[in-house]
């Protein structure tokens, strides 16, 4: 649940991308604040920026102009190796297609990321995290493509972020798993108090967040807080 400490704020964020002669807005001035603890869902059509948004907040892309704080930094010119280290100590990502090394195990596959994190949880204890604890000698290719997306995330908190952020993490899967997954992401923003922001094409997903945010056209069009959250199990699509 918020808080109410704003852990990112943006102002007129802008991201525009040159293309030859003409130049993509993709940000054209977000103006956002998500909170500490608190699990949003991002809507919004196809190319109303949700991914750029959300790459820019993980410090994987950085904005044209505008301002980006996290906490009290202000990553608004940040340089690479500053966004590296951001990422690095306060992002975890989940992405709709999981992105696991197919020649290491689901244990290995988040030792990689734990070897190199300041505060990490053992690889075994964010596994069980994600109800994999029985999988952990498995390689990608021995797990449904649900718990594939369950070794991610667990990979993405075994370092303990103060951030998760999730680009369509069920979107290759059926509602059955999807709905497993939502409830792992649930569990952990719950339990950890990690601040979750979901991307989404889908409607439904918005019913369990504390706060939807929309854009449209590269813009924030609509921010509503939700009274009547509905747990995962409670979802269909
Ligand atoms: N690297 C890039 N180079 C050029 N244009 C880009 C780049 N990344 C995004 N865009 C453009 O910026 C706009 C916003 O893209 P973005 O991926 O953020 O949208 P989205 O809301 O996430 O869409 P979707 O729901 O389809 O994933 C689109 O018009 C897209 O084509």
């Not at 939700?226 to 979802?235: D, G, I, M, V, Y």
Request: with cysteine; hydrophobic share 40%; charged share 20%.
């Amino acid at each position: 649940m918020s808080d109410n400490l704003p852990v990112f704020r943006t102002r007129n964020l802008t991201r525009s991308f040159p293309m030859g002669e003409v130049e993509i807005q993709a940000l054209r001035g977000v103006d956002l604040e998500l909170y500490q603890g608190e699990f949003v869902v991002m809507l919004g059509a196809s190319g109303s920026g949700k991914s750029t948004l959300l790459n820019i907040l993980g410090g994987l892309d950085s904005p044209s102009s505008g301002e980006l704080h996290y906490r009290d930094t202000d990553l608004s010119h940040a340089s690479d190796a500053t966004l590296t280290r951001f990422r690095r100590e306060h992002v975890g990502f989940v992405f709709q297609f999981y992105n696991l090394i197919p020649s290491l195990t689901a244990l290995e596959n988040i030792a990689i990321v734990t070897d190199i994190a300041s505060n990490p949880m053992p690889p075994a204890e964010a596994l069980a995290l994600v109800g994999l604890e029985g999988r952990m000698h498995h390689f990608p290719s021995q797990l449904s493509g649900g718990e594939q997306q369950r070794v991610a995330i667990a990979r993405a908190v075994a370092k303990n972020p103060k951030v998760l952020l999730c680009d369509e993490p069920t979107g290759a899967l059926d509602s059955k798993t999807g709905i497993r997954v939502l409830e792992v992401l649930q569990d952990i923003n719950r339990r950890l108090g990690t601040t979750t922001a979901v991307i989404t094409h889908n409607a439904a997903i918005a019913d369990m967040a504390d706060r939807i945010i929309r854009l449209t056209d590269g813009r924030v069009s609509e921010v509503r807080s939700n009274h009547s959250k509905r747990s995962p199990a409670e979802l269909s699509w």
